[in-house]
Each structure stands twice: as structure tokens, then as C-alpha cells.
């Protein structure tokens, strides 16, 4: 059974930063390319970030760029989100996610990803 967990999600005030981390039981990450996106109250799920399954390709939303960074340790089966210079738009439910094509097609298409997680809160007060 395949069970993908996020953490470190929080609170935070504007300016500040988190470091999210993905990993998951019963699924070898090392094959897939990895996500985040993220989802506001009222609001549709948007990719944050993509990462190839080597690591070597990224890809970001433009509202987070030079701001996120997304790696992966594939011996420690974990992808990490670091953030920083939080905004409060980017408050949100933060979810990771998995596709086994192993590359981050245009856009990071929701339907690609086979494999989510529940989700970490980040709150970022004002």
C-alpha cells in the first residue's frame, strides 16, 4: 500500500521561510518526477514546482520564482520544497505528488500525477 506523507508545513509571517519535506512508504520515489502544488480556500489546485526523477530538470509557477526551491535525495526517498520570502498568497494546503513518466511535461498537468499525499497547511501571517 502506497502512503505519501508531507510535513513541516506551519506558521509563519511574511518574510520568513519553510522547508517542506515529501516521502513516502510502499513507493520507490527514485523513478518518478515529483511535485508540489497547492491548493487556497476557494481556490483551484495550482503546481508550485516540478522536479525530474534525476533531479537535473526544474520547473516553477512564476509566482514562486527565486523564491522556492525544489530537490529531491533519492537515496533517502524525500523531496524537499524550501521557501522563502513568504508572501500571504501563499498561504495554502501544500501537497506533493508523483508521476511515473519521470519528467515534467508542460504545465504539470494534475492528471499525470498518479500519487498525492494529504497535504501540509502553510500559513503566512501579514
Known amino acids: 500500500q502506497v502512503h505519501v506523507m508531507e510535513s513541516g508545513g506551519g506558521l509563519v509571517q511574511a518574510g520568513g521561510s519553510l522547508r517542506l519535506s515529501c516521502t513516502a512508504s510502499g513507493l520507490i520515489l527514485d523513478v518518478y518526477a515529483m511535485a508540489w502544488f497547492r491548493q487556497a480556500p476557494g481556490k483551484e489546485r495550482e503546481g508550485v514546482s516540478c522536479?525530474?526523477?534525476?533531479?537535473?530538470?526544474?520547473d516553477y509557477a512564476d509566482s514562486v520564482k527565486g523564491r522556492f526551491t525544489i530537490s529531491r535525495n533519492n537515496a533517502e526517498n524525500t523531496l524537499y520544497l524550501q521557501m522563502n520570502s513568504l508572501k500571504p498568497e501563499d498561504t495554502a494546503m501544500y501537497y506533493c505528488a508523483a508521476d511515473r513518466t519521470g519528467y515534467c511535461s508542460a504545465l504539470w498537468p494534475i492528471a499525470d500525477f498518479s500519487y498525492w499525499g494529504q497535504g501540509t497547511q502553510v500559513t503566512v501571517s501579514s
Open positions: 522536479i525530474s526523477w534525476s533531479g537535473t530538470t526544474t
